[in-house]
């Protein structure tokens, strides 16, 4: 299954960012409310006048309409692939209907940028927001950096990041199956743009901090049970991590 992914994705490009299709209304709707509820308690967001970068904003910008109807100033996604004409005509309008206010699609700024270095991008942005895009990123550390750059002082990011298989139900079963490969096997067989880059929660800490972000804290979401990880087997490499049990958690740090 992850060679034809490999296949399929090297052929026609990372093309479907989440596991439902773009055209349901509904679950793109409650998939959105769901993400910013969970970023605003997991990093204590308030909105109010915030200008706010979105890395990776999927199928869509609902997310931005969600922030901007709480109080954000601005919103602007950044990707390195554009999959927001994927959404359904109608998306906004029973968005804005379920918001209680109109959704403004000019005020959703899309940028097709460069990663990590962003140079498309410029700017100072107040909070820095992702949801499930971190562990598509080939270069974490690069990415932190141009984070810091587009930073205001007292700027916050808050990246959710799941960190397990993707391939469907195998992720039900084993979802540290991704981990269970050596490095030259995954990049031989494996490995696509957009393919997960197999980091663990440490690694987004150690990255946040070398990349000079202050405060960086993991608040952990979904755990492996631990009679899974008392018979599963990882690499190595893997092997070292202190978070391995951290299946989805959410990286919040500072400036």
């Known amino acids: 299954m992850g060679i034809a992914n490999n296949v399929r994705h090297r052929r026609s490009g990372y093309v479907t960012p989440r596991p439902f299709s773009a055209a349901d209304v509904d679950r793109t709707i409650g998939h959105a409310m769901g993400v910013v509820d969970r970023l605003q ?3 204590a967001i308030d909105w ?12 869509d910008m609902s997310t931005g309409a969600v922030v901007l109807t709480r109080g ?17 005509p109608g998306l906004y309008h029973e968005l804005g209907r379920r ?3 109109p959704v403004d699609p000019e005020r959703l700024d899309f940028t097709l940028a460069s990663f990590p270095e962003l140079p498309e991008v410029d700017g100072e942005h107040d909070v820095v927001i992702s949801n499930a895009t971190l562990e598509h990123v080939e270069d974490v550390p690069g990415l932190f950096r141009s984070l810091r750059r587009l ?73 492996a ?5 008392g018979r599963t087997r990882v690499a190595r490499r893997f092997r070292r991590s202190t978070t391995l049990d951290l299946l989805t958690f959410t990286l919040v740090a500072g400036r």
């Open 151 to 223: 930073a205001a002082p007292d700027a916050a990011m808050v990246h959710h990041v799941d960190g397990q298989t993707h391939m469907r139900w195998i992720k039900d079963v084993d979802p540290l199956n991704i981990l269970r490969y050596s490095d030259q096997t995954y990049e031989q067989l494996l490995d696509f743009p957009g393919a997960p880059n197999r980091l663990r929660a440490d690694d987004y800490l150690q990255a946040a901090c070398a990349a000079g972000w202050d405060d960086a804290r993991i608040v952990p979401d979904v755990r």
């Open 41 to 43: 308690e997991h990093g």
């Open 99 to 101: 918001l209680g206010e």
């Open 72 to 88: 954000a100033a601005t919103y602007r996604a950044v990707d390195l692939f554009d999959n927001t004409g994927q959404s359904d």
């Open 225 to 229: 049970d631990r009679s899974y990880l």
């Open 48 to 59: 109010s006048g915030k200008r706010v970068l979105e890395v990776g904003p999927g199928s």
